[in-house]
């Protein structure tokens, strides 16, 4: 989907996200993981990150003390240096994190330290993760960034407010009406 577009949705629709949110509070977390799960596995088969790199031009991974250590050993700089030159902390958080947007090592949409990477990168954009109900203001956050996250929250958006019973999705349906 174009990135431009997702962006213009996101704000377009900030209003019932939020009211979304709400709605998913109140509903069981597991079966709602659950739900999750199987919807980022689908999607994310259908949208490849790698083609998208989205996330690393608009956001700043914190990085602890190991992956400093690690991508450090693998520049071949000492973690001194590669904190000096890449990190500053994070005011807010008192976490260290990538200084400049885009990310430095990312060229061409593509990561130069795929191996790596910080555990935060790893991760992202979190929805193989539990308790997804306690991460939605973070979920919002990132509907604007990621293709995925994005088409993950629509679909729920819309299944969940046109069903009564879970037992009535097909996670399996195209998803060519959200991306």
Known sequence: MDLEKIKKL???????NWRFRNFLKGRDSKEIDSLVHKLYQKISKEIDC???GNCCKT????????????????LKI????????????????GKLKIKEEPCPFLKDKICTVEKWKPQECREYPYLHK???TSRL?????NYSVCPIVFNVYEYLKDRLLSHQDFNDFDVNEDFDDFG
Do not use: N
């Open 78 to 93: 000492s973690p001194g240096r590669f904190e000096k030159q890449y990190l500053i902390r994070d005011k807010d958080l």
């Open 10 to 16: 996101a704000k377009e629709k900030d209003e019932e």
């Open 50 to 52: 790698k083609k998208c």
């Open 59 to 74: 956001l700043s991974p914190t990085f602890d003390k190991k992956d400093i250590e690690k991508l450090s050993k693998h």
């Open 130 to 132: 539990k308790d997804f």
């Open 137 to 141: 203001t973070k979920v919002i956050d």
